[in-house]
């Protein structure tokens, strides 16, 4: 069974700080998503990482990706207020469209 | 763009009732799926579809049904609506044979039991 572990769960940072999301899976997966969900509102779709050392960035965020430690990582760069959300993670089946998710991170950027 | 339309952003029901909730998608997509999203258990799956017509158990499916009669449309059927089938729905969609299988989602559908 796979299982997808975030850490932290809670993240409280200020403005202009970098920090870092961890995302552990359990099986064998090239196929890793990170969305962001705002209070009362649904998924986004941030990254899409399909390749052991795959890296990709928009704006601030940062996702990677590495197969062999089965972690990826959301790296944030000198956070703003905007960035305040919650981070999923989620691993793709080794076969099948099946989704498994992480509990999230719910991430707090203070002035 | 993709877009995944839920028939309800709020709705209230009372125990025992059927509750529908559609889902509609427009881009195409083979693959169809339902989750419920509760405060510190994440999303957990409870029905899937590959195709019209089919459905597969989730890790969560007792309690629900779904139907899948036409490839856009996805519906969540809740059979007898209890209290602890409070919860946020989530709808998604994603192509099959496509890289990836991005799943996209609708707005959800906060559903309340009384």
């Known amino acids: 069974e796979l299982k997808v572990e975030q850490n932290p769960l809670f993240l409280s940072m200020q403005e202009g700080k970098n920090y870092t999301i961890y995302c552990n899976y359990s099986?064998?997966?090239?196929?890793l998503y990170w969305y962001r969900q705002d209070p009362g509102k649904s998924l986004e779709s941030l990254f899409v990482?399909?390749?052991?050392?795959a890296v990709k960035q928009e704006g601030r965020l940062m996702a990677s990706l590495d197969t062999k430690a089965r972690l990826s990582t959301l790296h944030i760069t000198a956070a703003v207020h905007d960035l305040s959300a919650t981070y999923f993670c989620?691993?793709?089946?080794?076969?099948?469209?099946?989704?498994?998710f992480g509990e999230g991170t719910q991430l707090t950027v203070n002035p | 763009d993709v877009k995944v339309t839920q028939s309800s952003r709020y709705l209230v029901k009372r125990t025992g009732e059927k509750v529908f909730l559609e889902c509609v998608q427009d881009?195409?997509?083979?693959?169809m799926f339902w989750y419920r999203q509760d405060p510190g258990l994440g999303l957990r799956l409870i029905y899937f579809?590959?195709?019209?017509?089919?459905?597969e158990k989730g890790d969560i499916p007792e309690g629900y049904s779904v139907s899948r009669e036409k490839k856009e449309r996805f519906s969540l059927i809740l059979e007898s609506a209890s209290t602890n089938q409070t919860s946020m729905y989530l709808c998604?969609?994603?192509?099959?044979?496509?890289?990836?299988?991005?799943?996209?989602f609708g707005p959800g559908t906060r559903l309340t039991v009384l």
């Open positions: 881009m195409d997509h083979e693959n």
């Open positions: 998604a969609s994603s192509a099959a044979g496509v890289e990836g299988n991005e799943q996209f």
């Open positions: 989620a691993v793709g089946e080794t076969s099948g469209s099946r989704l498994t």
């Open positions: 579809s590959y195709d019209v017509k089919m459905k």
């Open positions: 099986t064998t997966s090239d196929r």
């Open positions: 990482l399909l390749s052991n050392g």
